[in-house]
């Protein structure tokens, strides 16, 4: 049995469902694929001047540690044809670790808990969606109880039912 892990993806450029459906897809060889959020299209924060992007959350149980499955997410992008011009700049594919089991990871290149989980609605409303009790385990609160905190702002539109990606279950 592996770690359940919580990874967020989006996408704005190109198709950004296929981009989506095609990146989840891309992750069955590193794990079973357990859960998959609706897809939300949501407004770009921070960098506001770029089309809206569609984002997900994805769950997935894997015996890899959290630093091979960052290569793995990484490796995928580049596959995917990621271009990293402008921090937080348009892509068409992002893949992040949100949670890692319990763990907490401090390394160059790899903060687990995502450091921004808690302050993005386009990241919690998919995580509640498939794993409400799901705890940040530094701030010690449930997704649940971390999008319920959240200040208003971000608009996040659930489209749809949940995403069906073919997995391997």
């Known amino acids: 049995m592996g770690e359940i892990a919580?990874?967020?993806?989006?996408?704005?450029?190109?198709?950004?469902?296929?981009?989506?459906?095609?990146a989840i897809v891309q992750l069955e060889p590193s794990g079973k694929v357990k859960a998959v959020s609706a897809f939300y299209?949501?407004?770009?924060?921070?960098?506001?001047?770029?089309?809206?992007f569609l984002n997900c959350v994805v769950a997935i149980e894997t015996k890899l540690a959290a630093g091979d499955l960052l290569k793995v997410l990484l490796g995928i992008e580049q596959l995917m044809g990621r271009q990293r011009l402008r921090e937080q700049g348009p892509r068409k594919i992002d893949m992040d670790i949100l949670l890692f089991g319990d763990r907490v990871i401090d390394e160059p290149g790899l903060k687990i808990p995502h450091p921004g989980m808690h302050r993005r609605r386009f990241v919690l409303e998919p995580l509640v969606?498939?794993?409400?009790?799901?705890?940040?385990?530094?701030?010690?609160?449930t997704a649940r109880e971390l999008l319920a905190n959240l200040s208003p702002g971000q608009i996040v539109r659930r489209l749809g039912s949940p995403a069906s990606v073919a997995t391997n279950r």
């Open 6 to 22: 919580y990874l967020s993806l989006g996408s704005n450029l190109g198709d950004r469902e296929a981009n989506l459906r095609a």
């Open 41 to 52: 299209e949501t407004e770009p924060v921070d960098v506001v001047d770029q089309s809206w």
């Open 129 to 141: 969606e498939i794993a409400p009790e799901a705890r940040h385990p530094v701030l010690n609160r």
